[in-house]
């Protein structure tokens, strides 16, 4: 199993991004797909995931401003951030677990100045 995401830079507060990791080595539209992310000196955070059904859940400092989508065709999960803020900066990580083990896709960055 394979993720790769991409989609991460630079943006300006209130601005928007769109983060999607490709997945590969699995039957993609049978799993929950999680998108985390780490600041520095913080602990990794669940930000949203989608359920194979297409069921979201988000942490709640995102709820509203970020969407997590699915491409059941293209092996993809999607991220976008709207109403980006500074406290939003981090490393975005994708993830599944496949058989029981982890996999993480190797993170794209995200900062918003301020």
């Known amino acids: 199993v394979q993720l790769q995401a991409s989609g991460g830079g630079l943006v300006q507060a209130g601005g928007s991004l769109r983060l999607s990791c490709k997945a590969t080595?699995?039957?993609?539209?049978?799993?929950?797909m999680y998108w985390y992310r780490q600041a520095p000196g913080k602990q990794r955070e669940l930000v949203a995931s989608?359920?194979?059904?297409?069921?979201?859940n988000y942490v709640d400092s995102v709820n509203g401003r970020f969407t997590i989508s699915r491409d059941n065709v293209k092996n993809r999960v999607n991220l976008q951030m709207n109403s980006l803020k500074p406290e939003d900066s981090a490393g975005y990580y994708c993830?599944?677990?496949?058989?029981?083990?982890?996999?993480w896709g190797q993170g794209t960055q995200v900062t918003v100045s301020s």
């Open positions: 993830y599944v677990r496949w058989k029981a083990a982890n996999f």
């Open positions: 080595g699995l039957n993609f539209r049978l799993h929950t």
């Open positions: 989608i359920t194979s059904g297409g069921v979201t």
